[in-house]
């Protein structure tokens, strides 16, 4: 499978594929595409023995197959040590290097594959490795653009600013964020929640905000009164949409 024909030193094509937010309606048709003839899918896992929510996104294309692809797992651990990512990147990219010697590969990642996706960091190494490699990137929906949609509440409009950051952000950074933006998306909030809701309820912006988790599937959540979940363990795949301009939050 080769969109376009071009001179380098392993046959395959890499196909860096965002297959949306999680549910497979919203998995873009140029991916489904792709993803219906690749030979192999390379699967991002955080542990070796964990489940891929990518994965789950795009069964539904898979099982329509008449051949299923080959399956690699690549395991990207999280954490901020730089020696352990070091590690995991070059045996990423070692095993991507060989299926790529026996042709196309598609990587795929949830929502945008190059919006805090893990491909970024995985291609530099690859591009050290195989300085001609052949890549091919196909966007993908985004969690906050779908959680945008659900809500039915505009991120941004004429000459608003939109801001879309990691809530593990000190204090002071999350403050200066949210006094600039007139919309602010959160992401990465399952561990620094509490932390969060004070800073949005000292600003006066709890019942302008509102919080989505693992959008697009079966376990999706939509909360309004983001007060409620102070006391809760929230999912990784969580997120909160500020909207300044805002009278109210409806979902």
């Known amino acids: ?62 099982e329509s197959r008449t051949t299923p692809p080959k399956t690699i797992e690549l395991v990207f651990p999280m954490t901020k040590d730089p020696s352990i990512l070091e590690t ?49 990137i196909v966007p993908g929906i985004t969690s906050f653009s779908a959680a945008s949609a659900l809500t039915g509440m505009p991120l941004v409009q004429g000459s608003e600013s939109l801001a879309v950051v990691p809530a593990t952000y000190g204090a002071e950074s999350l403050d200066q964020i949210l006094d600039t933006h007139d919309s602010v998306v959160l992401m990465k909030i399952h561990r620094v929640y509490p932390a969060v809701l004070d800073i949005l309820e000292r600003k006066g912006l709890c019942d302008r905000t509102i919080y989505l988790a693992e959008i697009g599937t079966p376990r999706q959540e939509i909360v309004t009164d983001i007060r409620t979940l102070k006391d809760r363990t929230l999912p990784y795949m969580s997120l909160l949409l500020v909207r300044k301009n805002l009278r109210e939050v409806r979902a």
Not at 94 to 110: C, Y
């Open 1 to 62: 499978m080769k969109e376009k024909e071009v001179d380098r030193s392993v046959p395959g094509t890499l196909y860096g594929v965002g297959v949306g937010p999680g549910d497979p309606d919203l998995l873009t048709v140029r991916a489904a595409r792709i993803l219906s003839v690749v030979p192999t899918l390379a699967v991002p896992k955080s542990v070796s023995d964990g489940s891929s929510l990518a994965l789950e996104a795009v069964r539904e294309t898979l």
């Open 88 to 136: 995991a990147r070059s045996e990423n990219a070692r095993v991507l290097s060989e299926a790529l010697s026996e042709g196309d590969v598609a990587f795929i990642s949830l929502g945008d594959i190059f919006f805090y996706s893990t491909f970024g960091n995985l291609l530099d190494g690859l591009r050290r490795q195989i300085p001609d490699i052949s890549v091919r």
